[in-house]
Nanobody, 118 residues
Framework: VQLQASGGGLVQAGGFLRLSCAAS????????MGWFRQAPGKERELVVA????????DYGDSVKGRFTISRDNAKNTVYLQMNNLKLEDTAVYYC????????????WGQGTLVTVSS
């Protein structure tokens, strides 16, 4: 199983980025997908999760109204559109897959670095 995250980079505050996570080796539509992030010196935190068919999403309070998660089960890919980026969004972003909404993470992606500058 592989979760390949991409799309990170350097962006100015107020800017936007779109992350992608391409999955292979698993039945993608069976998995709840999520994006997590870990900032320097901080614990990894859930950014947002999306249900198997995309009908349910759960955003962290710090990103509500700015980030949007979506998935394309035909392409085995989950996306994270990040708008109005803030300095505090700087982190390594990881995609993750789990079989149920609150179950343990089954698979992690390798992470993609997002750096927001002033």
């Amino acid at each position: 199983v592989q979760l390949q995250a991409s799309g990170g980079g350097l962006v100015q505050a107020g800017g936007f980025l779109r992350l992608s996570c391409a999955a292979s080796g698993l039945t993608f539509s069976n998995y709840v997908m999520g994006w997590f992030r870990q900032a320097p010196g901080k614990e990894r935190e859930l950014v947002v999760a999306i249900s198997w068919n995309g009908g349910i999403t759960d955003y962290g309070d710090s990103v509500k109204g700015r980030f949007t998660i979506s998935r394309d089960n035909a392409k085995n890919t989950v996306y994270l559109q990040m708008n109005n980026l803030k300095l505090e969004d700087t982190a390594v972003y990881y995609c993750a897959a789990r079989l149920r909404w609150r179950s343990e993470i089954r698979y992690w992606g390798q992470g993609t670095l997002v750096t927001v500058s002033s």
